[in-house]
C-alpha cells in the first residue's frame, strides 16, 4: 500500500499562488496515476487534475485548466498542484490520491490526509 503525505496549503488572498505537494511511500508503479480532488465546504468531493506517472500525461477538469497544474518528480516520488491566481471559489480541502490504472480512472486506493486552502479577502 501507498502511502501519501501532503503539504502545502493555507490562507491566501485572491491572485495568490500556492503549491501542494503530495509525497508517495513505497513504490509507484508505471502504470499508476496520482490524482488531485478537492472537496468544497457542502459538496461533494471533486477531480481537480490527475497525471499519469509513466508518461507524464495530465488531465484538468474545466474548472482547473489554465490556472492549475500537475506534475510529479519520479526521483522525489512526489506529485505537485500549482494553483494560480486563486478565487475565493477555490476554497477547499485538497487531496491527493494514488490510481492503479492510469490517469482516466477513477478507482483510487490511496488517499492523501488533505490540506486546506482558504482563499479569501
Known amino acids: 500500500q501507498v502511502q501519501l503525505v501532503q503539504s502545502g496549503g493555507g490562507t491566501v488572498q485572491p491572485g495568490d499562488s500556492l503549491r501542494l505537494s503530495c509525497a508517495a511511500s513505497?513504490?509507484?508503479?508505471?502504470?499508476?496515476?496520482m490524482g488531485w480532488f478537492r472537496q468544497i465546504s457542502g459538496k461533494e468531493r471533486e477531480r481537480v487534475a490527475a497525471?499519469?506517472?509513466?508518461?507524464?500525461?495530465?488531465f484538468y477538469e474545466d474548472f482547473a485548466k489554465g490556472r492549475f497544474t500537475i506534475s510529479r518528480v519520479k526521483g522525489e516520488n512526489t506529485v505537485y498542484l500549482q494553483l494560480n491566481n486563486l478565487k475565493p471559489e477555490d476554497t477547499a480541502v485538497y487531496y491527493c490520491?494514488?490510481?492503479?490504472?492510469?490517469?482516466?480512472?477513477?478507482?483510487?486506493?490511496?488517499w492523501g490526509q488533505g490540506t486546506q486552502v482558504i482563499v479569501s479577502s
Open positions: 513505497g513504490r509507484l508503479f508505471s502504470s499508476a496515476a
Open positions: 497525471i499519469n506517472w509513466g508518461d507524464g500525461r495530465t
Open positions: 490520491a494514488r490510481t492503479r490504472y492510469g490517469m482516466m480512472s477513477d478507482s483510487y486506493d490511496s
